[in-house]
């Protein structure tokens, strides 16, 4: 009997104590605002009330969803995945070769440091507002720290490892592919994940310079016609579409990874 | 195969049948570093000629250049003049049919790829068909006794596994020549003794020629048919020891050797020396008899003595 | 073409040289192309054209003041980022029971985008600097607080025992224990929660109109001052270089004794 009380106790904790907290903010939030009537800060239960109509309307393909949050997400992912191609490619040329890098390194630094955001107008003056645009804004704000993380891992790979492959005659697309991506993949991670963040920004900002669709372009609409619970049940979200992507790229990151982190402990251990 | 009261000619011998041992030469090599700053000149001038299926030791004072030499040897670095030839083909790049072990075990294998996935990957790019390779894998695991860690990654490992896991790729890889560059330096005495034996199992079981680079003279002797000891840097050859302990060696038997005691004394003096910057036999002051089967000089002299 | 890389690897030329030919090469590009007619030039004006536009704001007190506003905001909210990432990650993370509860809570909010606030920050406060420092302390306080986290987390269990073994009280663990090991992360936090910080300020500025760089940005592109509009993206540029110099050189000046910065030189 107590037996199976601490089998659910091992299994109740952990859910306990991850769900605790966000039901106690959630409840705090409901019961301050109940009786809300300030316009800007509407009851959470108004908020959760519009959340489906706002959303989910039938039929499914013209609901919101389908209509502004699909064609954002796809813009993002489209740019993102140029990013990475394109960052890594260079990054692993760049990487490679010491006079490349002396070469390219303050110009890759100045690219870098621009905020992003402010290459918003600027490609707006090359590819007008289009989906186009709004790809290559993502692009070009993802591609910098995927770039420079991948120099550095490349920069950072073990001369023995190196000497290994050329002494066992490992051609240029096994070494790349056996040994660079792979040695550089901890901090190619690092620097994707730098770049998600940087992505899901420039999604939302893209969509409030100039838009047709879009969920940034939504909650800025939603805004502007003063349609608020809407505008918060579109921050809700927002929200839980960064969560559910940075769960993805986790997921995907302990699949690539799952090396390095029992070398990281058996190196950690020996040193 | 050979059994334990056949002389050494028979070995020999035997090991010249196979196909498996190159010759490997080194003439009139010269390595002038010229980086930033002073040029420094770490070999002078080295000249060696290494039979096939020979198992040749070079030791020589710390910083005399072994790794350099061993480095253009494997086609990692170029000379600055000089030639080296393995076989019939000069060497430019590293070179086909030659397998390397590097010092720093726990750096060379590669952490994102299982032990069997390392001995597998220069198969691989070899062009080695996918039944043959997972055949040789196998049986080279096997022989360095580690059939049955395969599955682990190399960071999981003690350093003389991971070691053997080096040595397993790098015969797997079915090398004529097998350059060991101090790979023993780090392990443990214990592991250190049965690797060693390991080494000189599989040489005589494969016939391969192996250049095994040393600091440890002890190690060298016991190992080699032929111990070459360097000078300091500028590095020449100092002396080509031969060294007479017969085919079959023992952890206790040979190491309590006379011949093996001699040998030890005489190439420690000159190691000695070298490290006085003595660079050449004539100059060396040596207090002990020289030993028996002496070959004077650093050229490709005449076949060893029997 | 080969063996000139190779010469040049060989040391002759330094790094610095190398760096210089690559900034010289890309504003020769940008000065020959639109000349060329490869890009339209009133997309993109040739160097000369940006320079001189650059040059024309660095005479008028407008941009002065704007790249006052624009630092006072970046420092600002930078500063109660950080005082509120250190503070609340000593304490959730020397806590363990808070710590468990925080977790998932944490895990949800970090990924939350900022820029998601924006309608929110211009319902609040309009188009004040409130409104973009609102979200400045969202976006870089996340990064402190996680990197001091994993600071605290990393403190030696041994020293901790010990600590609690002479019965040290919590304050003198926080500053005897926690806090050597903590430093290193908070540094690294503060690292790129100065850069985040830098970017939602100018973002704020150029979306919700907040004084500033970023605001003159915004104006420039609306009158169609395309010039104006790329010496406004260098000013950013070449802000974001500062930030960084800046505050890697903090780092290691705090730091030099810790071993990651010391292997930095050594390498």
Partial sequence: ?271 | MSSPTSPVSTTADDVADRTGGARLAVRSLRKVYSGRGEPVEAIADLTFEIRPGELVCVVGPSGAGKTTLLRCMAGLMPATSGELVLGESAITGPPQGMAVVLQEYGRSLFPWMTVAQNVELPLKEKGVGRSRRTELVRETLAAVGLGDVAGSYPWQLSGGMQQRVAIARAVAYEPQVLLMDEPFAAVDAQTRFELEDLVRTLWKRLGITVVFVTHDIDEAIYLGERVLVLSARPTVVLEDVAVGLGAERDQLETRGDAEFARLRTHVYELVQQAKKGVRSLAEAHLTHPAAVGVEPGGASGPPRVR | MNSAVNRISGGRTPVWALGLAGVATLLLVVEIMPRLGLVDARFLPPTSQILVALADRLGMPEFWTALGQTLTTWVTGLAISLVAGVVLGVVIGSVPALRAVTASTIEFLRPVPSVALIPVAILLYGTGMASTLLLVVYASFWQVLVQVLSGVQDVDPVASDTARSYRFSPLTRVRTVIWPTTLPYAMTGLRLAASVALILTVTGELLIGTPGIGKLLGIAQSSGAVASMYAYVVVAGLLGVAVNVLARVLESRVLFWHPSVRGEVAA
């Fill in chain 1, 1 to 271: 009997m107590s037996g199976m009380v601490k089998a659910l106790r091992s299994v109740l904790q952990p859910v306990l104590l991850a769900v605790g907290l966000p039901v106690v903010i959630l409840a705090v939030w409901w019961v301050l605002t109940a009786g809300s009537t300030s316009y800007f800060n509407p009851p959470l239960r108004t908020i959760v009330g519009v959340f489906g109509d706002t959303w989910f309307s039938s039929p499914f393909g013209e609901s919101r969803i389908a209509v502004d949050v699909v064609p954002s997400v796809l813009r993002l992912l489209s740019g993102y995945a140029v990013a990475l191609v394109v960052g890594v490619t260079l990054g692993v040329a760049i990487g490679s070769s010491r006079v490349l890098r002396a070469y390219a390194e303050p110009v890759l630094e100045f690219f870098r440091a621009i905020p992003p955001p402010v290459m918003v107008p600027i490609l707006m003056l090359f590819l007008g507002i289009g989906d186009t645009m709004k790809i290559v804004v993502i692009a070009t704000g993802c591609l910098w720290p995927i770039l420079l993380n991948t120099v550095e891992g490349v920069r950072g790979l073990d001369p023995v490892l190196r000497d290994t492959a050329r002494a066992y005659r490992l051609g240029r697309v096994a070494t790349v592919r056996h040994l660079v991506l792979r040695g550089a993949s901890p901090q190619i991670v690092t620097g994707a994940r730098q770049a998600l963040s940087i992505g899901i920004i420039l999604m939302v900002i893209s969509e409030m310079f100039a838009a047709k669709d879009g969920l940034g372009f939504s909650i800025v609409q939603f805004q502007r016609s003063f349609a608020i619970p809407e505008m918060w049940s579109g921050v809700i979200l927002l929200g839980v579409v960064g969560v559910l992507l940075s769960l993805v790229f986790r997921a995907v990151t302990n699949a690539v990874l799952g090396w390095y982190l029992g070398y990281r402990q058996s190196q950690h251990g020996g040193a």
